[in-house]
């Protein structure tokens, strides 16, 4: 079951703020990061971005990069942002991996 609005805001709010705080630590002449509180447009020095985004009406968390577009919801009983098609991914790893694509960051998430 989908969480409801007011604990999809509280787990958002919790991952931009772990991806932030990740980012903070990273060279910023290699990655900067943008946002608001529904979307964080992370941008390698070489122009290569990465696109996280909530889609509040489905309660999800997208994230562009790499060349795909990936979806994710949340899992109650695991606690991890997983994709919806099955593939196992999870959100902060998928995120780690498009960076350390982007730019060469290993984020620590």
Do not use: Y
């Amino acid at each position: 079951m989908a969480p409801d609005e007011p604990e999809f805001d509280s787990l958002v709010a919790a991952v931009f703020r772990k991806l932030l705080t990740a980012l903070d630590r990273a060279d910023p002449d290699r990655i900067e990061a943008d946002g608001t509180p529904d979307l964080l447009t992370l941008t390698a020095a070489g122009g290569e971005k990465v696109i996280i985004n909530t889609q509040r009406a489905v309660r999800q968390i997208w994230v562009a990069g790499q060349g795909e577009g990936v979806h994710f919801s949340f899992e109650p009983s695991s606690r991890r942002w997983l994709d919806d098609r099955g593939r196992g991914l999870e959100l902060t790893s998928f995120i780690a991996a498009c960076v350390r694509s982007a730019c060469g960051v290993e984020l620590d998430l």
